[in-house]
């Protein structure tokens, strides 16, 4: 990053952003060190790979995620996808003197690069499932948090990591796991998976027109020999749907396939519903929520879930009068959606999907009957 870029960085809404941000991500030609210090990483025996001297990741949102959260000294934060550290490390920032932060990550690799930059004595990490996230509290002895941050989806480093599959611009084998010691490969969903399951994937998590032609011409391929890399499956995917799709799309007729695999390789939805769930109920009043997502299932199951704990009440329009019990647990802070500006999409192009919500904690869970 050169340092016309970084000096835009800074002056994104006339916002300051912090020093310690700038040290770590930052850098000239020739390049500041990142910080290196030793901590705790508390890994399931999964196999670290060799970590990334520098992250590429440039975190989303960053000012207005901050905003949003409303960190204060001494604060407790869970970062429920640590991936590099960014917005970890400008939560420490903000919640200095004596905020701490529990960072959870699937991908050992991206647990090693925010251990590289973030200070041991007010983190712990922990490779485990944000649908998880009560055990990793448990482990860490904190019953309450102050704040929860989530940044959905797929890093830059992984993105672009060559043995990780997850993009089709450089030939990788199909694998597409946040986590190497899952048991679902994208492999084994493309070659295994009947045509009628992968017509359903790439409807349901793809919002894929042409999913029945796209699994027929999986189907026709793995007949000869197995579908092996990203970019054989991206040129089958681009040979199935019509020539005037091809020619008309801005985005690779490949994009939606690939976000299904992987969506689906990872149990993506499942694990976003039990996270929101779980960290409502741990949150404190006055908690804040904040979800950056990058696309529309995501962004729709948390904008329905934050309604859903907003509105409190789920009996059936038709009855007279309230039977459930349930009131409101959440105010919804952002009606709509925070999304990147101009100059933060021209600076960072990957985040111009990006949608961030937050709401804040209102009312305790015991006396809305949702226990
Ligand atoms: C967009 S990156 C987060 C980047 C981070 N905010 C930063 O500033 O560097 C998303 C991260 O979430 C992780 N991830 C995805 N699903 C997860 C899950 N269910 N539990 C824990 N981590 C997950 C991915 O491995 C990835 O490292």
Redesign the pocket.
């Known amino acids: 990053m050169g340092s016309k870029s970084r000096n835009d960085f800074h002056a994104i809404n006339g916002q300051r952003v912090s020093h310690v941000y700038r040290e770590v991500h930052g850098g000239n030609e020739a390049g500041f060190p990142c910080r290196r210090k030793v901590m705790p990483v508390f890994l399931k025996g999964a196999e670290v790979e060799k970590p990334m001297q520098r ?1 590429r ?1 440039i ?2 949102l960053m000012e207005e995620a901050m905003q949003l959260l409303q960190c204060r000294p001494g604060g407790i934060y869970l ?11 400008e939560i420490l920032h903000r919640s200095a003197p004596g905020g701490r932060v529990i960072g ?4 050992p690799a ?1 647990l090693e ?2 251990r590289s930059v973030l200070p041991e004595d007010r983190v712990w990490l922990f490779h ?4 998880n996230l009560d055990i990793a509290l448990q482990r860490a002895g904190i019953e309450k948090l102050d704040g929860i ?1 989530m ?5 830059m ?2 993105l672009t990591c060559r043995n990780r599959g997850f993009g089709f611009s450089v030939s990788a084998p199909l694998d597409m796991r ?2 190497p010691s899952g048991s679902i490969t994208a492999y084994s969903i493309v070659n295994r998976y009947s045509v009628d399951e992968l017509r359903r994937i790439f409807r349901e998590y793809g919002e894929e027109p042409y999913a029945g032609k796209i699994a027929r011409a999986l189907e026709r391929h793995r007949g000869r020999r197995p579908i092996e890399t990203t970019t054989e499956l991206a040129e089958i995917v681009m040979k199935a749907v019509p020539p005037a799709v091809r020619r008309r799309t801005r985005i690779h007729p490949a994009t939606r396939v690939f976000q299904a695999i992987r969506i689906m390789v ?3 939805l499942h ?2 519903r039990v ?1 929101i769930e779980k960290g409502v109920k741990l949150l404190p009043v006055g908690g804040r929520f904040c979800i ?1 997502s ?1 696309h529309s299932l995501e962004d729709r199951m948390v904008k329905q879930a934050f309604r859903a704990y907003q509105h409190g009440c789920e009996c059936p329009p038709r009855l007279p009068q309230c039977v459930c019990g349930k009131r409101p647990v959440l105010s919804v802070i952002t009606k709509r959606p925070v999304v990147p500006g101009k100059e933060e999409i021209q600076r960072n192009p990957a985040s111009r999907s990006a949608r961030l919500r937050a709401a804040e904690k209102i009312a305790a869970h015991n006396e809305t009957g949702r226990e």
């Open positions: 992250s990741h975190p989303v970062d429920g996808t640590v991936g590099s550290g960014g917005h970890s490390l959870l990550d699937l991908d991206a690069r925010a485990e499932n944000f649908s941050l940044d959905l989806g797929v890093s480093d992984q946040y986590d990872n149990d993506e694990n976003l996270a950056i990058f």
